[in-house]
């Protein structure tokens, strides 16, 4: 499998010394409380479809937040048996209704390897070519959204304004190349795929957002969520045309350490996981 073990801040999903070890300070001292702990798995088997639940469930969250634009948006999470392949959203498949049926898994050539479903041609353009660039590059989230589209359009990386916004410190970019054009040539998209690098948020400029985890598709999809919050936030100050008082460097690395990793983006998607889990169960069918 091609995960990375994570260091510091960062969790390896089947490392099973990472559920006794704390590496957080929002874990509990007191045992015996409920508290989400990220499981380890005893075959390919469980661990797929533990990442089609929370690859559906990012979906739903995605729905429920407003993130549909007709067909737009792309999800996508590899596969754990095999890494070159990826799972993702079925083309012309609303948010809300997709579920682990209706799940495809796809190639880096476009190629439908399961599922009944077409895949998105630009969506797949982009998204297999980071996956390819970035063998460590877990999952991946896309959607065109109000503000993210709106802020992507001023060429501008965020402010550090808030202890939200920190969690992207040093760790989002903003993307010029091809601004503005659907990426349908293997070309465009792999030169956009270079210029994202890793980061945990990218702004593509005429575009929209996009975020990326080495983690989990849990950690992408909630710091995609988050990156679209920082950017309505951004927006609102602008409007208001009050400059803000900003974070010292120092400030934010903290933040981003303390309540800006992968696992705590992890930990946050729990709820919203739970809360699919607990109102749409045809979500798991």
Known sequence: MLINDLKNDQ????????????????????EGLIFPEIPSFETHEEERLYRKRHLVAACRA???YGFDYGFAGHLTVRDPEHPELYWTNPMCVHFSQ?????????????????????????????????HQEYPDVMAMCHAHTLY???WCATGQPLDMISQDVAAFHKSHTVIGASAGAVAIEEQSGLSVARAMGTNRG???????????????????????????????????????????????????AYSREHVGSDYIGWLHFQTIYSHVEATQPDAFT
């Not at 399961?114 to 353009?125: C, D, L, M, S, W």
């Open 202 to 252: 990218i702004l593509h400029q005429n575009h929209g957002l996009f975020s990326t985890s080495k983690h989990s598709i849990d950690d992408a999809a909630f710091w995609f969520i988050a990156l679209e919050r920082c950017c309505q936030q951004q927006l609102l100050i602008k409007a208001s045309g009050v400059e803000p008082q900003l974070l010292t460097d120092k400030t934010a």
């Open 148 to 150: 993210g589209t709106a």
């Open 62 to 64: 995605f729905d429920q």
């Open 11 to 30: 969790v390896h999903p089947e490392n099973t010394e990472s559920q006794t070890a704390k590496i957080s300070l929002y874990q509990p001292d007191q």
């Open 98 to 130: 997709v579920k682990v049926s209706n799940l495809i898994l796809v190639d880096h050539h476009g190629n439908v390897v399961e599922g009944k479903h077409a895949v998105n041609r630009a969506g797949f353009i982009l998204h297999a070519a980071v």
